[in-house]
């Protein structure tokens, strides 16, 4: 059984600045995302506006990892690993995730970027991810079911005839990046267990245009789609409330 942590007032002031703050800077590097520039130049801005800001950066040194931020471009579904060789250009589809700490408590996002002008299957896949994130929200509320969560996405992406990543799934969070439940992006409606008011959620669809199956690369982090379709990812970080849910990693009207 996994542990889950409910979080008092404290924890959640403390998540809902680290969220907040990581908004703003995701709204930040929007501009910089241009042909030209390196994943290591984005990595490198965000993890300095990170630690102006009183955040940590908290996937530095997470299992021996060396950066700030996870990268993907295009076909990479997460986990990609900035680099001064992967140099964007106009086309590609870019995602952006980051953890960051703010007193200890943890606020986690994935957003994605396009390179100028993308092509359509680029937009499709970003708006159905972006649709399923939403929908897994609007579910939320106490006593609904862990895997009412997980049923919506799969709805939505496989009603647009994309594929769910397996591999991956979506936690909770508080102190630690992970903590329980797992929150697959798949499954049965009805079941798992009942959500409590304080249970805080990294929510994150992860989604392929062809197959749903994945190929972890030799450097041990990235993870590509196996047949070389494009991917999506994009995450919030979510506390239940005996309403629903406040989403800590957006920004006032978005």
């Not at 929200?137 to 769910?164: C, N, R, T, W």
């Not at 690369?217 to 409330?241: C, F, N, Q, R, S």
Request: net charge neutral; proline share 4%.
């Amino acid at each position: 059984m996994e542990k889950i942590i409910i979080k008092n007032k404290m924890a959640i002031d403390k998540m809902r600045v680290a969220g907040n703050t990581l908004a703003r800077l995701m709204h930040e590097i929007e501009s910089m995302v241009q042909p030209g520039i390196s994943t290591y130049e984005l990595d490198d801005f965000f993890e300095k506006r990170m630690l102006q800001e009183g955040l940590m950066p908290v996937c530095k040194g997470y299992a021996g990892y060396k950066h700030a931020t996870l990268i993907s471009v295009n076909d990479v579904v997460v986990h990609g690993i900035p680099s001064k060789e992967i140099i964007l250009k106009s086309g590609d589809f870019v995602k952006i995730d980051v953890v960051g700490a703010y007193k200890s408590y943890c606020a986690d996002m994935a957003r994605g970027f396009f390179v100028d002008e993308v092509s359509d299957t680029v937009k499709r896949l970003a708006t159905t991810a972006q649709r399923a994130l939403d929908a897994a929200i609007s579910k939320i509320a106490p006593g609904v079911k862990l895997f009412d969560i997980s049923y919506s996405i799969q709805q939505i992406v496989e009603h647009e005839g994309f594929g769910i990543v397996r591999d991956f799934a979506g936690h909770g969070i508080g102190k630690a990046i992970h903590e329980g439940p797992t929150i697959p992006n798949y499954g049965q409606a009805g079941r798992g267990i009942p959500l409590q008011v304080g249970m805080t959620l990294a929510i994150e669809p992860m989604i392929t245009e062809k197959s749903y199956k994945i190929r972890i690369m030799p450097d041990g982090w990235t993870a590509k789609t196996i047949d070389g379709g494009l991917a999506a990812h994009v995450e919030d970080t979510i506390v239940v409330t005996a309403t629903g849910a406040e989403v800590l990693t957006r920004l006032s009207g978005q």
